[in-house]
């Protein structure tokens, strides 16, 4: 199975926004990857650029074309934490 071909079908059926490729962009990069994984310093500023042009045109739209999905930010809590 193709997840990819899966994953572009949904967000094409689901009007989801797609994130970006950080695959491709980290493949070509590896000197932005303190471990051969995880992103260094520049990685993690290459990382958040991929993201905010990715989500870009969220920002620039006017007025009530896109809603919230996930509500308010906050922290997960656990049960029987100080917290909850």
Do not use: E
Request: overall charge positive.
């Amino acid at each position: 199975m193709n997840f990819n071909a899966v994953i572009d079908a949904l967000v094409v059926s689901n009007g989801i926004l797609a994130g970006p490729d950080c695959y491709t962009f980290f493949k070509a990069n590896t000197n932005q990857l303190s471990d051969g994984l995880r992103p260094n310093d520049a990685g993690m500023r290459s990382y958040n650029l991929l993201w905010s042009q990715a989500m870009r045109h969220l920002y620039l739209s006017r007025g009530p074309t896109h809603q919230c999905l996930i509500g308010p930010a906050r922290a997960p809590q656990r049960p029987g934490s100080v917290f909850s």
